[in-house]
């Protein structure tokens, strides 16, 4: 008896493990099917494309036709009119004594800058005294001959050799007298020390002289230079391919890159009739009349405007997204769509529009606020 209750249960437990693993399978193939599936992630290549729930959300305008004429911004820097510097120079040569006037300093006309000493001086002083001495000598022996001869005691060859003699002693005391003041001295100062002065008023731009130092008259450098800085030069380089846009005579704005908000007139004077070789750019020559701020050495920007007017696309200033330096627009590009394009922004219009220079036309379709897309799609 004890052996079949064995075996019954044997059976029975089988039987249980049986149907436990029959009912474990069916189970496991439920679960599965009833998982959702997998999601879908739709990818765009094209990374400046976005995708709306709405596009209706997002309002869109054309883009309206601007004309206006073309314009050429170029670099350039400030110099001295070439007219309008001068150098100041020595004829004396000598040793500097004295200096009265620095590198950036104004003057005025007739101011002194230097003083030199000048045996120049002294030996032109000296033949002064001795023209003027020989011219008194020749005087009276000229008087006392013409009281001779008009009493009949010498002959007239007598008494023209006496004029000749107090004609000739003139000469001499004048181009004696010429020669100190060309050596910048007068017959009245009886000195070796020669002072020069400014020839015109403006600001010294240029110092090559210090104390004790000596002059050479015309065969050393210029002590001093003075430029008139009351009209200037623009000097820019304009590339080859832009030539055609500048012409002699137009007007161009100016602005000084210390002071962006002032825009100065001027005049195109002069295009360069050689190319720099490295470059490819012509030297341009603007003229400016100096308000008071322009200095030499000084970096502006120049903008030169073309006769032909030219189309261009003109959007609210809402229109354009200003991210990463660049600006952009949205235009549509099919349902539930918009494309991000670059575009090269210009001047602001009245109304709150802008006008876009370059990366779309009159006529296309842009979104009216692309800041709020932009809001929208980063969220």
Not at 90 to 110: E, F
Not at 213 to 221: C, D, E, F, I, K
Not at 329 to 349: C, D, I, S
């Amino acid at each position: 008896m004890k052996d079949k209750a064995t075996g019954f249960t044997a059976i029975c437990v089988a039987t249980a493990l049986v149907l436990v693993g029959c009912g474990g399978a069916p189970k496991e193939k439920d679960l599965a099917a009833e998982a959702p599936p997998p999601a879908q992630v739709e990818r765009e290549n094209d990374a400046s494309i976005v995708h709306v729930d709405q596009s209706d959300q997002f309002p869109v305008v054309t883009a309206a036709e601007y004309k206006a004429a073309s314009e050429l911004v170029v670099t350039g820097v400030v110099t001295p009119d070439i007219s309008r510097t001068v150098p100041v120079i020595s004829i004396a040569s000598g040793r500097v004594v004295d200096i009265r006037a620095r590198l950036g300093d104004t003057v005025k006309k007739g101011q002194v800058l230097l003083r030199v000493q000048s045996s120049d001086i002294s030996a032109a002083f000296s033949d002064y005294r001795k023209a003027v001495a020989d011219e008194i000598l020749a005087g009276k022996q000229f008087d006392r001959a013409k009281g001779l001869y008009d009493h009949g005691a010498i002959s007239l060859n007598d008494f023209q050799i006496a004029e000749d003699a107090e004609n000739k002693a003139k000469v001499d005391v004048e181009t004696t007298t010429e020669k100190l003041r060309v050596l910048g001295s007068s017959e009245d100062h009886p000195s070796g020390i020669v002072d020069i002065v400014a020839p015109i008023s403006g600001v010294i731009t240029d110092q090559q002289v210090t104390n004790a130092a000596g002059v050479q008259g015309l065969s050393s450098t210029n002590p001093f230079t003075v430029s008139d800085l009351s009209d200037v030069w623009i000097i820019c380089d304009v590339y080859e391919n832009d030539l055609p846009n500048v012409h002699v005579g137009e007007t161009a704005d100016v602005r000084l890159n210390a002071y962006p908000d002032q825009v100065i007139q001027g005049r195109i004077s002069n295009i360069g009739a050689v190319l720099d070789p490295t470059l490819r750019s012509a030297k341009v020559r603007i003229e400016v009349h100096n308000p008071g701020m322009m200095r030499p050495g000084m970096f502006v920007s120049a903008t030169f405007r073309g006769q032909k007017k030219e189309s261009h696309a003109s959007v609210p200033a809402s229109a354009i997204l200003h991210l990463h330096d660049r600006d952009w627009v949205y235009v549509p590009a099919g349902e539930n769509k918009f494309r991000r394009v670059a575009v090269t922004a210009g001047v602001n219009l009245p109304d709150k529009m802008q006008e876009i220079i370059s990366g779309i036309k009159p006529g296309d379709k842009v979104v009216s606020n692309a800041l709020v897309l932009q809001s929208t799609v980063e969220q």
